[in-house]
Nanobody
Framework: QVQLVESGGGLVQAGDSLRLSCAASGRTFSSSRMGWFRQAPGKEREFVAAISWSSGNTYYADSVKGRFTVSRDNVKNSVFLQMNSLKAEDTAVYYC????????????WGQGTQVTVSS
């Protein structure tokens, strides 16, 4: 089992920045890649970014490339999502997930944190 707890969401204005954190506990070694996803009201959950625990390789959705940066701290078992130049369309509940292998399927999910960007 892997437990994930997100934090760092909030209400910001367009152009501002936010940093989301995800603290992982449990059998994290079994989940080689950690992902960030989001779900806006009335829309399906979508992939945002992911990172490999071991190599640090990163993956991004086209909609966030150049604005968002995913990183990890292996010592603290934490993953981060730095979001810059936020837009109103980034408004969503953001989820941390473990065991990403492509698409939107993961083995474990956090409870989500709300990000609201006002224009």
């Amino acid at each position: 089992q892997v437990q994930l707890v997100e934090s760092g969401g909030g209400l910001v204005q367009a152009g501002d920045s936010l940093r989301l954190s995800c603290a992982a506990s449990g059998r994290t070694f079994s989940s080689s890649r950690m992902g960030w996803f989001r779900q806006a009201p009335g829309k399906e959950r979508e992939f945002v970014a992911a990172i490999s625990w071991s190599s640090g390789n990163t993956y991004y959705a086209d909609s966030v490339k150049g604005r968002f940066t995913v990183s990890r701290d292996n010592v603290k078992n934490s993953v981060f999502l730095q979001m810059n130049s936020l837009k109103a369309e980034d408004t969503a509940v953001y989820y941390c997930a473990a065991g990403w292998n492509g698409g939107t399927s993961c083995n474990y999910w956090g409870q989500g944190t709300q990000v609201t960007v006002s224009s």
